[in-house]
């Protein structure tokens, strides 16, 4: 048989939260500075807890009050009260800015944050950085995410977003490829050459702006399922692939891929940093967003 549940009888909590802080200062004017309240409001609340107890906890005298012995007692009490309640939460807020969850794609991931994270380590030792890949979107609600780094148009209701890239695409393929399809190739080439995941859309808009007819996808080929392995077959010349540019950076500078076009196209997504409005002032959110903005402020591309 369930015991039956004790009820607590306590008085407003607010209400007891501004008598300590009065009590603290023997003040009203102070514990309305300390809890960005007014001093009339202060008043308000320790009325209040004074007539639900029945005996006064303050003397008011002239220009000043001064706690009754009983408003002392009660004081003391309360405040070490409210330095255990602070002391848990400090635990939790520790242990929260402890880690740093990040969600981010794989195509993300594996073409530019994992190179660079470790810049965000050496800039703050005392906070871990945990990386979750996955291509659908996190759920701040129901998992435990700081931050998410996802690909779309924005906005989205709830979430504070910072734009961190244009999400553009134009055609790659190995030195060796070009070289084995004479040198160069024009855009209208790429309808009869081995293609990479050409069901990709992209494929369809960058043709389409390269004044070529394309009615539907092709599904030919290899298809794969991120760009970060669409871009490593190419290097391996098993055809074209279309690539972001910024993400493929060194390895076109070494050699290992070619950009045959200038055309560089846009369907209008982007990558975005997104975390929770309430979360705007947490500090280890801060710290990477500005980490993170600075770190593509100084990529080229």
Known sequence: MPYPLEMRHLPPLAAVRVFEAAARHENFTAAAVELEMTQAAVSYQIRLLEERLGLPLFRRERRR?????????????????????DAAFAGLRAEDEAVLTVSTTNTFANLWLAWRLGGFQLAHPDTAVRMLTDNR??????????VAIRSGAGPWPGLVTHRLMALDFTPMCSPGFL???GGAI????????????????????WLRDAGLDVVAARHTGIRLDSQAHE??????????????????QNDLAAGRLVQPFAHVGSDGEAYWLVYPEAR???VKIKRFREWLLATLGDSPG
Not at 72 to 77: E, H, I, V
Not at 137 to 146: G, N
């Open 231 to 248: 871009g490593r077959a190419a290097v391996a010349g098993q055809g074209v692939a279309m690539l972001t540019p910024l993400f493929w």
């Open 186 to 205: 024009a855009p209208a080439d790429l309808l009869q050459l081995p293609l990479i995941s050409a069901h990709d859309p992209w494929w369809a808009t």
């Open 137 to 146: 979107l996190a759920d701040f609600v129901t998992e435990e995410v700081d």
């Open 179 to 181: 070289a084995g399809h």
């Open 280 to 282: 705007t002032k947490v």
């Open 65 to 85: 009050v001064l706690l009754t012995e009983a408003g002392r007692r009660t004081a003391s009490q309360l405040t070490a009260a409210f330095d255990s309640i």
